[in-house]
């Protein structure tokens, strides 16, 4: 939440500045006749130190003479100093009232702001249709800021729609305006076909360049990535390094794969565990399926089966196949604990249905040796879990760890 709140103070700084109207003196003198307008300009100046010291309270006094004279400008204004605690006492509660007022009288930053407290919940109850509405009426005026959340929304399908054309839409206006998340997201819309058309010969590769030498994690991370499809691991690993300063638990997780193997980087698998143990720390299943393959192999470490069918279970529980078919192996084998076919059978199913197909033979066989009630009933329980854990994919990975 500290970062989306920091996104949003700098979309409020690069958004919402007025230019000057005059100079100092004439600035103050009609100001201080009650000239809204230069009173918000006055606002601006102190806020940002321009020809004079800088002075958050001063600044926030004459934002709040100009907003409640009705100027939109200042009213969106004074929303972001109590969203902040610019100057004022923060209060979301105040900040939403003062975007609202700005809002309705169509100030697209306002619009924007207001969107996003609803998004988050801040100063009123978590709404994401009424956060699309808003979103989108910032959007259509051209504020950058608002197109990239609103086509997150309709991606996601948080505000009720999945619409896939109006997602790659709003996340190309803002790509076209060097948004960097935004040329991500577009670059996966296009990677997974979700985009009408496929985009110029070449534009993913682009986008995610563009992206990431812009600093955004997730691009680099997939930028990375590509590189390592296309043979060229030396520089995959540069990515992934890149990404892995920023924790990001993808690059942090492939990058430990390349010490584990050797691949662009000397063999260590001491540090390869320790880059797997920082992406399992921010909840990334495949890292806690590799440290379970770790202690299962003896990598690095003394073979502990208690330690591997431990972290084997972690990334089943979040949903990752792999994991899934590795923890039914160990409890059909008895290894780290005590041989059950009909949780490994439980297991097996789970991984079957979330496409693993290397043990096909292995659930058919175990399938048979069972009572057919018994496997009617692990595939009903099967049902029941897959209702309440969403299968992790390169797809999920791609979302869960590209927007924020």
């Not at 609202?100 to 009288?105: I, L």
């Not at 305006?177 to 935004?182: P, W």
């Not at 192996?329 to 991984?351: F, N, R, S």
Request: proline share 3%; with cysteine; hydrophobic share 40%.
């Amino acid at each position: 939440m500290r970062k989306v709140i920091g996104l949003l103070l700098i979309a409020f700084i690069m958004i919402a500045a007025p230019a000057a109207a005059g100079t100092l003196d004439e600035d103050r003198r009609a100001a201080e006749a009650g000239d809204a307008s230069a009173q918000n300009v006055m606002g601006n100046r102190y806020m940002s130190g321009r020809e004079v010291p800088k002075d958050l309270s001063e600044s926030a006094r004459w934002f709040r003479l100009a907003a409640e004279q009705g100027h939109a400008g200042a009213q969106n204004n004074l929303g972001a100093a109590y969203f902040g605690g610019l100057g004022v006492k923060q209060d979301y509660n105040q900040a939403a009232v003062w975007f609202r007022k700005a809002a309705e009288q169509g100030d697209g930053a306002a619009q924007y702001q207001l969107g996003s407290m609803y998004q988050y919940g801040l100063g009123q109850p978590r709404d994401i249709a009424k956060a699309a509405h808003w979103y989108r009426l910032a959007a259509d005026q051209g504020v950058s800021f608002a197109q990239g959340p609103l086509g997150w929304i309709y991606l996601s399908g948080a505000g009720g729609e999945i619409n896939y054309p109006e997602a790659a839409r709003w996340f190309r206006k803002a790509a076209e305006r060097g948004e960097a998340r935004c040329q991500y997201m577009l670059a996966v819309m296009l990677m997974s076909g979700m985009s009408e058309g496929a985009g110029r010969p070449g534009e993913t590769f682009e986008l995610m360049m563009q992206s990431a030498t812009k600093g955004y994690a997730p691009a680099q991370y997939i930028l990375g990535s590509m590189l390592d499809r296309g043979g060229r691991g030396n520089e995959a690993v540069k990515w992934y390094e890149v990404a892995a300063r920023q924790n990001h638990p993808p690059a942090l997780n492939n990058l430990a794969v390349h010490y584990a193997l050797g691949l662009g980087v000397a063999k260590n698998y001491a540090t390869a565990m320790q880059l797997y143990q920082k992406a399992a720390a921010h909840g990334h299943p495949r890292a806690m399926n590799s440290i379970g393959f770790m202690y299962y192999k003896g990598q690095g470490v003394e073979v502990n089966y208690s330690e591997a069918i431990k972290w084997y279970a972690r990334g089943a529980a979040a949903g990752f196949p792999e994991a899934c078919k590795n923890l039914a192996g160990m409890i059909l084998e008895g290894k780290g604990a005590a041989k059950d076919a009909t949780k490994a059978l439980y297991w097996l199913q789970i991984a079957a249905e979330g496409g693993h197909k290397d043990d096909h033979a292995t659930l058919a066989a175990l399938e048979s040796s069972l009572p057919p009630d018994f496997v009617d009933n692990t595939k009903k329980r099967v049902r029941e879990w897959q209702a309440k854990t969403p299968y992790w994919s390169d797809f999920t990975e791609m979302l869960v760890y590209g927007w924020y």
